[in-house]
């Protein structure tokens, strides 16, 4: 079994002890990585950054992303087919650090972290600045030897916890995620909607009593008002389709990053 010594690294615990001082959750951006195209990237991150996001979730593409909704799907094709690999988000990642303190964790499928090889990965990863790993589709049952690679490489892991989750579950994802702990809101792939599903207050008070660690909600948050909501019983809160739909819509823009800004000055109410 994996040790449970290991904290969250500093940056991570720095990001949500710094929006919890300030009374409001912090905010957690994902990000696929190469869409519209790797070149761009570094400075959609950093306008996100500038409009408000506290942590970023950056995207390696992959071309079968189950757990996401047709935005995120199609921002994974379009950053497939403008050449994005494992090694070209890790030097992005690498060149966001060189500008930003902002954490920044991989959200990745097995898959393409596997092919990379998964002790070299952690390496790289680290080198690069990156603070951890959010695994969509790994079974936290069987996640130990991984975990074991990741805090040996000082990186942090991150498990998603959602409303159909055990009550082994949830003690698993608290025993093994350092940084944070990701809430699933609903049942069913990513994508935006119109309300907060019910129950998650419940959800993130059974994981809070499981574990120390920030606690943050994600699927389906795409407005003001379901940061305020959510922001009410979680530390953070997570957006992504919304973020990669204005990507989608204006990613030929030269105003893009402007937009991107002008979004979460939005969600944060900071416009």
Same mark, same amino acid.
């Given at each position: 079994m994996p040790s449970n @010594?290991?904290?969250? %690294?500093e940056r991570i615990a720095r990001c949500f002890e710094k929006s919890r001082q300030e009374g409001r959750p912090a905010l957690v951006v994902y990000l696929t990585a190469g869409d519209p195209s790797p070149d761009r990237t570094v400075e959609l991150a950093l306008a996100l950054e500038r409009g408000g996001a506290n942590l970023l979730e950056l995207g390696v593409p992959f071309s079968d992303p189950i757990a996401d909704g047709p935005v995120i799907q199609r921002a994974s094709d379009r950053a497939l087919k403008a050449g994005t690999t494992v090694a070209r988000v890790l030097d992005i990642a690498r060149e966001i650090r060189a500008r930003s303190e902002m954490p920044?964790?991989?959200?990745?499928? =097995?898959?393409?972290? =596997? /092919?990379? *090889?998964? @002790? /070299?990965?952690? !390496? $790289? !990863?680290k080198a !690069? *600045?990156? $603070? *951890?790993c959010l695994f969509t589709d790994l079974s936290v049952e069987e996640a130990d030897d991984t975990v074991e690679v990741m805090r040996k490489s000082g990186l942090d892991t991150v498990f998603l916890a959602a409303p159909t989750s055990t009550e082994r579950r949830l003690e698993l994802v608290a025993q093994h995620s350092t940084g944070f702990v990701y809430v699933v809101s609903r049942t069913g792939v990513t994508g935006e909607?119109? %309300?907060v599903a019910g129950g998650v207050d419940q959800l993130v008070g059974d994981l809070k009593r499981l574990t120390s660690l920030p606690v943050a909600v994600g699927f389906g948050i795409s407005k003001r008002e379901h940061v305020a909501a959510i922001g009410q019983y979680a $530390?953070? &809160?997570?957006? *992504? %389709?919304? &973020?990669?739909? &204005?990507?989608? @819509?204006?990613?030929? !823009?030269? $105003?893009? @990053?402007a937009r991107l800004e002008s979004f979460c000055k939005e969600l944060t109410g900071r416009a």
């Open positions: @010594e290991c904290t969250s %690294s920044i964790i991989l959200f990745s499928y =097995m898959n393409p972290l =596997m /092919r990379y *090889g998964l @002790e /070299r990965l952690c !390496a $790289d !990863a !690069a *600045g990156v $603070d *951890g909607r119109d %309300s $530390d953070g &809160v997570v957006v *992504g %389709s919304a &973020v990669m739909r &204005v990507i989608e @819509e204006h990613g030929s !823009a030269l $105003d893009l @990053e």
